[in-house]
C-alpha cells in the first residue's frame, strides 16, 4: 500500500483527476465497447469466470490445486463459461530454449476439462515479483521458489543484491536484487538481450500447441508487468510495449485467430491511473485481434473499511478514473478492442463487500467487458472456503447472462427470474445465441419474446434462440414461462 501509494502520489495522480469524467452514479460510464472475441461460429463471447489458480505460482508440476471436480462444482453452481489458466514461464522454458512438452501435455489436459464444458480458456503467463528464484531458497532452482514466480532461475539475475525478507509481499517488489532481475530482463541494464527474446520464443512454443484448440481464444502476454527502474510512460510505452508486440509477431507465425491481451503495468494502473501503453499492431489478415486485459484494485479497499464509509467514497472515485482509463487505452490506443478484466477481487467478508462485487459486475455488463474474477483458489477471497462452505461469490456469480451471441451486444439485463438482450444481428452468424439461467430464477419451462427457441437444457441450463432471418437490431426478453 505504502509503495503504489508513493507511485501513484509521484505517477501522476493528477493526471488521473484531470481525466475523471462528469459526475454521475459512482463509476458509471457510458461507454460500452462494440468488439467482442468472438466463437468459431463468429457468435461474440461474454466471458465470465476465475483465474484459476494462484496454488500453481509455486507447484512443482507447474498446475493448480483445482480438480476436475472442482470445476464441476463451480460449473454446477455458478453457470461460468471462462477461465484464466495461469501458466509460468519457469514451466515452459525450464532450459534455455528447451520447452517442456510434458507440462504442455498437463495444461492441454487442463483445457480438455474446460472444452468437455464449454468453457474457452485465456492463457496467463503469470509472473509475480518475477521469480521463485529471486530467494537463495529457490526449490532446486527450477523458479518454484516461495516468494516470487514466473520466470525460470536461468533468466533470474540479480548481481548478487541483496533481497531481504519483508512482511508484504508486494515490498518484494522494490529489494534491490529483484529491481536488478527486472532491470535485467527489460535489457535497462544493457547486459541480457537475450531474456526478451527468449520470453518471446516461448510465447510461441505455447501458441504452437494451442493454435488448433478452439477452446483457448486468447493469450494474456504477462501478468501485471513491472519496469523495475523503469515506471509509467518510459515503461509502458518502451519496453512493455516492445514486448508485446514482439510476442504478438511470434504468436502469429503459429497462430493467426487467438486473440492476444496485452494490459498495463499493474502498480498505478489497477488502481486507476491512466495507462501510457503504446499501440499494439496485429499482423493477421483481417480483424485485429488485439484485447485489453487490465486487472482492478482500488487502494481504499485495502484500507480495511472494506467497500463502506469514506473507504467507498474513494473507491468510487478509483473507480471513476479506472473506468475513463480503460476506455482511452482499449478505444485510442488500441483502436477499439474487446476488453476483458482479467483481474478483481477482494475479501468477501469485508463490510460492503456484496455491494462492491455487485458495483463491479455492473460496471462490466455496461462496458461489454468479459470478467475472470480473482481467483478460485480456496479462502474468504474465492467462491469457498477450504473446508467447502460457500462465499457470497457463488450466489453473486450464478445470475442469467448471455454467453454467446449472434451478433453485437448493444445492452443486456438480468434479474433473478428475467433477462433482456438487445444485439445488432449478423447474417453470416448462423448459430444461435446462447443464454445461462440459472435455476432458482428459471425452474422450468421458460417464455421468450423477440426471438424462436431453438433449444432449453435444463441440465446445463442453455437456452438458444434464433431471431427472425430479417431483423437488424433483436431485443429478446426470457421470463419464468406462466
Ligand atoms: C509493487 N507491485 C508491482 C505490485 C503490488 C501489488 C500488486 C497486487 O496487489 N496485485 C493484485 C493481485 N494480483 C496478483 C496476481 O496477479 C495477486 O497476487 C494480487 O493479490 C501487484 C503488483
Given at each position: 500500500?505504502v509503495?503504489?501509494?508513493?507511485?501513484?502520489?509521484?505517477?501522476?495522480?493528477?493526471?488521473?483527476?484531470?481525466?475523471?469524467?462528469?459526475?454521475g452514479?459512482a463509476g458509471?460510464?457510458?461507454?460500452?465497447?462494440?468488439?467482442?472475441?468472438?466463437?468459431?461460429?463468429?457468435?461474440?463471447?461474454?466471458?465470465r469466470?476465475?483465474?484459476?489458480a494462484?496454488?500453481?505460482?509455486?507447484?512443482?508440476?507447474?498446475?493448480?490445486?483445482?480438480?476436475?471436480?472442482?470445476l464441476?462444482?463451480?460449473?454446477?453452481a455458478?453457470?461460468?463459461?471462462f477461465?484464466?489458466?495461469?501458466i509460468?514461464?519457469?514451466?515452459?522454458e525450464p532450459?534455455p530454449?528447451?520447452?517442456?512438452?510434458?507440462?504442455?501435455?498437463?495444461?492441454?489436459?487442463?483445457?480438455?476439462?474446460?472444452?468437455?464444458?464449454?468453457?474457452?480458456v485465456?492463457?496467463?503467463?503469470h509472473?509475480d515479483?518475477?521469480?521463485?528464484a529471486?530467494?537463495?531458497?529457490?526449490?532446486?532452482?527450477?523458479g518454484?521458489?516461495p516468494?516470487?514466480?514466473?520466470?525460470?532461475?536461468?533468466?533470474?539475475?540479480?548481481d548478487?543484491?541483496?533481497?531481504?525478507k519483508?512482511?508484504?509481499?508486494?515490498?518484494?517488489?522494490?529489494?534491490?536484487?529483484?529491481?536488478?532481475?527486472?532491470?535485467?530482463?527489460?535489457?535497462t541494464?544493457?547486459?541480457?538481450?537475450?531474456?526478451?527474446?527468449?520470453?518471446?520464443?516461448?510465447?510461441?512454443?505455447?501458441?504452437e500447441?494451442?493454435?488448433?484448440?478452439?477452446?483457448?481464444?486468447?493469450?494474456?502476454l504477462?501478468?501485471?508487468p513491472?519496469?523495475?527502474s523503469?515506471?509509467?510512460?518510459a515503461?509502458e510505452?518502451?519496453?512493455l510495449t516492445?514486448l508485446?508486440?514482439?510476442?504478438?509477431?511470434?504468436?502469429?507465425?503459429?497462430?493467426?485467430?487467438s486473440?492476444?491481451?496485452?494490459?498495463?503495468?499493474?502498480?498505478?494502473v489497477?488502481?486507476?491511473?491512466p495507462?501510457?501503453?503504446?499501440?499494439?499492431?496485429?499482423?493477421r489478415?483481417?480483424?485485429?485481434?488485439?484485447?485489453?486485459?487490465?486487472?482492478?484494485?482500488?487502494?481504499?479497499?485495502?484500507?480495511?473499511?472494506?467497500?463502506?464509509?469514506?473507504?467507498?467514497?474513494?473507491?468510487?472515485?478509483?473507480?471513476?478514473?479506472?473506468?475513463?482509463?480503460?476506455?482511452q487505452v482499449?478505444?485510442?490506443v488500441?483502436?477499439?478492442?474487446?476488453?476483458?478484466?482479467?483481474?478483481?477481487?477482494?475479501?468477501t467478508?469485508?463490510?460492503?463487500?456484496?455491494?462492491?462485487?455487485?458495483?463491479?459486475y455492473?460496471?462490466?455488463r455496461?462496458?461489454?467487458?468479459?470478467?475472470?474474477?480473482?481467483?478460485?483458489?480456496?479462502?474468504?477471497w474465492?467462491?469457498?472456503?477450504?473446508d467447502?462452505?460457500?462465499?457470497?461469490?457463488?450466489?453473486?456469480?450464478?445470475?442469467?447472462y448471455p454467453?454467446?451471441?449472434?451478433?453485437t451486444?448493444?445492452?443486456?439485463?438480468?434479474?433473478?427470474?428475467?433477462?433482456?438482450?438487445?444485439?445488432?444481428?449478423?447474417?453470416?452468424?448462423?448459430?444461435p445465441?446462447?443464454?445461462?439461467l440459472p435455476?432458482?430464477?428459471?425452474?422450468?419451462?421458460?417464455?421468450?419474446?423477440?426471438?424462436?427457441v431453438?433449444?432449453w437444457?435444463?441440465?446445463?441450463?442453455?437456452l438458444t434462440?434464433?431471431?427472425?432471418?430479417?431483423?437488424?437490431?433483436?431485443?429478446?426478453?426470457?421470463?419464468?414461462?406462466?
Amino acid at each position: 500500500l505504502v509503495l503504489a501509494g508513493s507511485l501513484i502520489a509521484g505517477g501522476g495522480i493528477a493526471a488521473a483527476q484531470s481525466s475523471v469524467p462528469p459526475s454521475g452514479s459512482a463509476g458509471s460510464s457510458d461507454w460500452t465497447s462494440t468488439s467482442y472475441l468472438t466463437d468459431k461460429d463468429g457468435r461474440s463471447l461474454i466471458l465470465r469466470g476465475f483465474n484459476t489458480a494462484s496454488s500453481a505460482k509455486s507447484a512443482p508440476d507447474g498446475m493448480p490445486a483445482f480438480t476436475e471436480a472442482d470445476l464441476d462444482r463451480e460449473h454446477a453452481a455458478m453457470g461460468t463459461n471462462f477461465v484464466r489458466f495461469l501458466i509460468s514461464w519457469r514451466s515452459v522454458e525450464p532450459e534455455p530454449g528447451k520447452y517442456d512438452q510434458a507440462y504442455l501435455d498437463r495444461v492441454e489436459q487442463r483445457v480438455g476439462w474446460y472444452a468437455e464444458r464449454g468453457y474457452k480458456v485465456m492463457l496467463d503467463m503469470h509472473q509475480d515479483v518475477y521469480s521463485g528464484a529471486i530467494m537463495a531458497d529457490d526449490t532446486a532452482g527450477t523458479g518454484a521458489g516461495p516468494i516470487g514466480n514466473g520466470a525460470p532461475a536461468w533468466a533470474t539475475f540479480t548481481d548478487g543484491l541483496p533481497v531481504e525478507k519483508q512482511d508484504q509481499w508486494e515490498l518484494y517488489y522494490i529489494q534491490p536484487g529483484v529491481m536488478r532481475a527486472f532491470d535485467n530482463f527489460w535489457n535497462t541494464t544493457g547486459k541480457h538481450p537475450e531474456l526478451v527474446e527468449h520470453y518471446v520464443n516461448a510465447w510461441r512454443a505455447v501458441a504452437e500447441r494451442f493454435a488448433a484448440n478452439e477452446t483457448v481464444v486468447a493469450y494474456d502476454l504477462m501478468n501485471e508487468p513491472w519496469g523495475g527502474s523503469l515506471q509509467f510512460g518510459a515503461f509502458e510505452a518502451g519496453p512493455l510495449t516492445d514486448l508485446y508486440q514482439r510476442s504478438t509477431n511470434a504468436i502469429r507465425t503459429v497462430d493467426q485467430d487467438s486473440w492476444v491481451c496485452v494490459a498495463p503495468q499493474a502498480v498505478g494502473v489497477n488502481q486507476g491511473i491512466p495507462s501510457a501503453l503504446g499501440k499494439i499492431t496485429d499482423p493477421r489478415a483481417g480483424e485485429q485481434r488485439i484485447a485489453y486485459c487490465p486487472h482492478l484494485y482500488p487502494l481504499p479497499l485495502d484500507l480495511g473499511d472494506g467497500y463502506s464509509g469514506v473507504s467507498k467514497t474513494l473507491t468510487d472515485a478509483t473507480m471513476q478514473t479506472w473506468l475513463a482509463s480503460i476506455e482511452q487505452v482499449a478505444t485510442d490506443v488500441l483502436g477499439g478492442a474487446p476488453v476483458i478484466l482479467g483481474e478483481f477481487g477482494l475479501d468477501t467478508t469485508l463490510p460492503g463487500a456484496q455491494e462492491y462485487l455487485d458495483r463491479v459486475y455492473t460496471a462490466a455488463r455496461e462496458m461489454g467487458a468479459g470478467v475472470s474474477y480473482w481467483s478460485s483458489d480456496p479462502g474468504t477471497w474465492g467462491p469457498y472456503l477450504a473446508d467447502g462452505t460457500p462465499t457470497i461469490l457463488v450466489n453473486t456469480m450464478n445470475k442469467a447472462y448471455p454467453r454467446a451471441v449472434a451478433g453485437t451486444p448493444l445492452s443486456w439485463s438480468s434479474s433473478v427470474d428475467r433477462l433482456e438482450l438487445t444485439y445488432r444481428t449478423d447474417p453470416a452468424v448462423t448459430a444461435p445465441t446462447e443464454i445461462y439461467l440459472p435455476a432458482a430464477g428459471f425452474p422450468g419451462d421458460v417464455a421468450v419474446q423477440g426471438a424462436d427457441v431453438v433449444g432449453w437444457d435444463q441440465d446445463s441450463r442453455l437456452l438458444t434462440v434464433r431471431s427472425a432471418a430479417d431483423a437488424a437490431e433483436v431485443t429478446v426478453t426470457v421470463t419464468p414461462a406462466a
